[in-house]
């Protein structure tokens, strides 16, 4: 499909063309991603239908989790619907305003992946290092401490690295080699210099997703040095942390490859690259809810509960009546 070319100074409307090398056989990757989006909107609705309509899942950590699965619910959504729609109706189209509006919002809420994992981390740490102080510390008014600061920093980031693409002139070409607006993909076809935006964007990386992994790395470091010089039972402990670690190193390898690629020209296929933009957003929707639904006890306990025994029996962990 060829775009409509415009005699004007800068386009203003644009068509994403992600994995267009594969020709005839682009409309079947339609199933393995609307398969995948299913089960992101269902997995992450009922783990969190489990967290609320459960009383004795209110507390903390089970609220963060919770918010995890908000946050895993709707980013998909955000650009998940019209990349399936290209796929299947090659309607690939999008206008300037419609494409910031996308990219805010899926970086946005990209950013609050990593910090909630950030948080999560932080509910440990006064779990396991400061069990007597766990309830003062992480009581609503203490813990916005927190979570105002770094929302701020997500939403001043991401709104400075979305400005300065909208107010580029894009007189060169309209064609975005991707499946959703990402921001290096639409900056590069920006007339002019586009070196700030290049500098911004790597700045925004590392001082989001990059900072929390440092500052995940510290929270647990100290939580292993407390629990193997207490001598406590460590196992439950040292699994969470573990888990946390390695899901934030996976996210941080492909969140850095996928935006080094745009700025180290390696010879990297697009279709990898753009492969590599879509993993990092939609991947955590869909194994987050395992990883922290599935896998947490307590969790695990009431969903196969509820499945074996009808809500009319009283004798279940919460009657419903």
């Given at each position: ?143 916005l401490k927190f979570v105002i600061p770094f929302s701020i920093r997500n939403m ?166």
């Amino acid at each position: 499909m060829e775009a409509v070319k415009e005699n004007i100074s800068s386009h203003k409307y644009f068509f994403l063309d992600g994995f267009s090398e594969l020709g005839e056989l682009r409309p079947f990757l339609f199933i393995p991603f609307s398969f995948m989006f299913v089960v992101s909107l269902f997995a992450n609705s009922l783990l969190v239908y489990v967290i609320v309509s459960q009383r004795s899942l209110h507390s903390p950590m089970y609220i963060l989790i919770a918010s995890m699965a908000c946050i895993d619910l709707s980013l998909p959504v955000f650009f998940v619907p019209h990349m399936l729609l290209s796929f299947l109706f090659d309607w690939r189209g999008i206008s300037l305003i419609g494409c910031l509006v996308q990219m805010y919002f899926i970086h946005l809420l990209g950013a609050f992946q990593s910090t909630l994992l950030l948080w999560m981390a932080l509910d440990r740490y006064f779990a396991i290092c400061t069990p007597l102080h766990y309830q003062e510390q992480m009581a609503l008014a203490r813990f916005l401490k927190f979570v105002i600061p770094f929302s701020i920093r997500n939403m001043f980031a991401v709104l400075v690295v979305v400005s300065l693409a909208g107010k580029l002139p894009f007189c060169l070409r309209n064609v975005i080699n991707h499946c959703f607006c990402e921001h290096m993909a639409l900056v590069e076809l920006a007339c002019g210099s586009t070196t700030i935006n290049s500098l911004v964007g790597l700045i925004s990386v590392f001082s989001v997703p990059v900072t929390d992994f440092f500052l995940i790395t510290a929270s647990y470091t100290v939580i292993f040095s407390s629990v193997l010089s207490s001598g406590k039972s460590s196992a439950k402990a040292l699994h969470t942390c573990v888990t946390h670690i390695v899901v934030m190193t996976v996210s941080l390898t492909i969140i850095l490859t996928a935006f080094l690629s745009y700025r180290i020209r390696n010879g990297l296929p697009a279709a990898i690259r753009i492969f590599f933009s879509i993993l990092y957003l939609f991947f955590p929707s869909c194994f987050n809810p395992i990883i922290y639904g599935i896998r947490t006890k307590e969790i695990r306990q009431i969903f196969f509960f509820r499945l074996q025994v009808p809500d009319k029996n009283p004798s279940g962990p919460r009657s419903q009546k």
